[in-house]
T-cell receptor
Framework: QKEVEQDPGPLSVPEGAIVSLNCTYS??????FMWYRQYSRKGPELLMY????GNKEDGRFTAQVDKSSKYISLFIRDSQPSDSATYLC?????????FGKGTKLTVNP | DADVTQTPRNRITKTGKRIMLECSQT?????MYWYRQDPGLGLRLIYY???????NKGEISDGYSVSRQAQAKFSLSLESAIPNQTALYFC???????????FGQGTRLTVV
């Protein structure tokens, strides 16, 4: 079993929909929980990160961490065509990052 | 200019050839990483380095080698390329006391 599991999708939604992306993990030592966004033909870029259980909001994006269930989520409200990308969860233990497989999201106008 | 620069951006090479992918960064970070990305498999760590004298194998280092020529430069070599090394390769950097990793634009390598 891989340390980080992420449903690869793909996920296709209409513009304005609420999107929910999820990852589960098995390593209790993970300290930081991150979401990266990767546009086609580009490198991943950090979208959000959080340290503790609970919610963190940034505009239309909300990152949620439940350490007791080893489960993290990213919610996108009022999704836009410009949100179309691959979203990768990532978790860190010390200097190393472990990535999920990524979920490809398409938001249709 | 990009903070993390990879060269070349695209490369087609033949089986058995030696090829080097280069990465340079202007972030001043000590930590540098090489990942490969394959459809359905996500990002997998090949090698990482915490300074010029510190090189470590990642989960898929077989068939690869690296060189940390300076704090800002980290090269990945395929000594004898094989078709299943066809993938998208990313270099990344991370500061000692920071969370965020910064990625290059990637090198698309095709081995025929």
């Amino acid at each position: 079993q891989k340390e980080v599991e992420q449903d690869p999708g793909p996920l296709s939604v209409p513009e304005g929909a609420i999107v929910s992306l999820n990852c589960t993990y098995s390593n209790s030592a993970f300290q930081y929980f991150m979401w990266y966004r990767q546009y086609s033909r580009k490198g991943p870029e950090l979208l959000m990160y959080t340290y503790s259980s609970g919610n963190k909001e940034d505009g239309r994006f909300t990152a949620q961490v439940d350490k007791s269930s080893k489960y993290i989520s990213l919610f996108i409200r009022d999704s836009q065509p410009s949100d179309s990308a691959t979203y990768l969860c990532a978790m860190s233990v010390g200097p190393l990052l472990v990535f999920g497989k990524g979920t490809k999201l398409t938001v249709n106008p | 200019d990009a903070d993390v620069t990879q060269t070349p951006r695209n490369r087609i090479t033949k089986t058995g050839k030696r090829i080097m992918l280069e990465c340079s960064q202007t972030k001043g970070h000590d930590r540098m990483y090489w990942y490969r990305q394959d459809p359905g498999l996500g990002l997998r760590l090949i090698y990482y380095s915490f300074d010029v004298k510190d090189i470590n194998k990642g989960e898929i280092s077989d068939g690869y080698s690296v060189s940390r020529q300076a704090q800002a430069k980290f090269s990945l070599s395929l000594e004898s390329a094989i078709p299943n090394q066809t993938a998208l390769y990313f270099c990344a950097t991370r500061g000692t006391s920071t969370t965020e990793a910064f990625f290059g634009q990637g090198t698309r390598l095709t081995v025929v």
